[in-house]
């Protein structure tokens, strides 16, 4: 996992991020009378907001000396459990598990920067917290692949992770290329650059706020587009995920 603080996501993400709290648990009652009663209610009498986090940084990832989850969601969640008046309990969930669990009641909010996409949208409701858009890692010295519109040609692997909202832009989008999808050993929502470095796949995707952070780090690799980090693909809200019907968002 990158070693990146909170700060990554920059003062205009961490300021909508941070306001969100205010929002997060304004919770309402749930719709339906069999689930019914207070969600905060029954968040105090469990004594401890439980979370679900799918690691992806800067939002949430794994402070490097302590081993400890931070970031931006994580943030929140602490302020929004302190509002309550309990502990906030993370359990660390895959991309390709975090609605389900929270379908599950497994947990109480899904901590992560979640595509706001229109299937997750009719099961669970959001806080927004900001926005996010993918790009591509593709090794420096591959000739054949300086744009967009090369990685859409027929012959072209292409990796991302399993369960991910990007899984489904980079399928609708890229559909001639080969879409290899795979579990993320950091637990991150991008691809692992090693598929690029080791040549197993052409391009890995991955989110664009990290452009600047992998390329520093892999500078045997380049970015498509090359603007990605100002200018990145499919830019879409992200938000952190509660029961459907829990949550009344402020005006």
Same mark, same amino acid.
């Given at each position: 996992?990158?070693?990146?603080?909170?700060?990554?996501?920059?003062?205009?993400? /961490?300021?909508?991020?941070?306001?969100?709290?205010?929002?997060?648990?304004?919770?309402?009652?749930?719709?339906?009378?069999?689930?019914?009663?207070? !969600?905060?209610?029954?968040?105090?009498?469990?004594?401890?907001?439980?979370?679900?986090?799918?690691?992806?940084?800067? $939002?949430?990832?794994?402070?490097?000396?302590?081993?400890?989850?931070?970031?931006?969601?994580? *943030?929140?969640?602490?302020?929004?459990?302190?509002?309550?008046?309990?502990?906030?309990? #993370?359990?660390?969930?895959?991309?390709?598990?975090?609605?389900?669990?929270?379908?599950?009641?497994?947990?109480?909010?899904?901590?992560?920067?979640?595509?706001? !996409?229109?299937?997750?949208?009719?099961?669970?409701?959001?806080?927004?917290?900001?926005? *996010?858009?993918?790009?591509?890692?593709?090794?420096?010295?591959?000739?054949?692949?300086?744009? #967009?519109?090369?990685?859409?040609?027929?012959?072209?692997?292409?990796?991302?992770?399993?369960?991910?909202?990007?899984?489904?832009? #980079?399928?609708?989008?890229?559909?001639? +290329?080969? %879409?290899?999808?795979?579990?993320?050993?950091?637990?991150?929502?991008?691809?692992?650059?090693?598929?690029? %470095?080791?040549?197993?796949?052409?391009?890995?995707?991955?989110?664009?706020?990290?452009? @600047?952070? $992998? @390329?520093?780090?892999?500078?045997?690799?380049?970015?498509?587009?090359?603007? +990605? /980090?100002?200018?990145?693909? /499919?830019?879409?809200? #992200? &938000?952190?995920?509660?029961?459907? &019907?829990?949550?009344?968002?402020?005006?």
């Amino acid at each position: 996992m990158l070693g990146m603080n909170a700060g990554g996501i920059g003062r205009r993400g /961490f300021l909508r991020a941070t306001s969100a709290t205010a929002a997060l648990f304004l919770l309402g009652r749930r719709a339906s009378a069999e689930e019914g009663g207070d !969600t905060v209610a029954k968040i105090k009498a469990a004594g401890k907001l439980r979370a679900g986090v799918a690691a992806s940084a800067p $939002y949430a990832f794994k402070d490097f000396k302590t081993g400890e989850l931070i970031g931006t969601v994580i *943030e929140v969640g602490k302020a929004a459990a302190k509002k309550i008046g309990v502990p906030l309990a #993370v359990s660390e969930v895959g991309w390709d598990t975090i609605i389900a669990g929270l379908q599950a009641d497994q947990y109480d909010v899904a901590l992560a920067a979640l595509f706001e !996409t229109p299937a997750r949208q009719k099961v669970v409701d959001f806080v927004t917290i900001g926005q *996010e858009g993918i790009a591509f890692l593709v090794r420096a010295d591959n000739s054949k692949i300086n744009s #967009v519109d090369d990685l859409k040609a027929s012959g072209v692997t292409i990796a991302t992770v399993t369960g991910s909202g990007s899984e489904q832009m #980079v399928k609708q989008n890229f559909a001639s +290329a080969t %879409i290899k999808s795979l579990i993320s050993p950091t637990g991150g929502s991008g691809a692992p650059p090693e598929e690029v %470095i080791s040549g197993r796949v052409d391009a890995a995707q991955f989110d664009a706020t990290l452009t @600047l952070a $992998y @390329l520093k780090r892999f500078p045997g690799l380049k970015a498509v587009p090359a603007d +990605a /980090f100002t200018n990145p693909l /499919f830019p879409t809200p #992200v &938000g952190i995920a509660v029961h459907k &019907g829990d949550a009344q968002f402020a005006a």
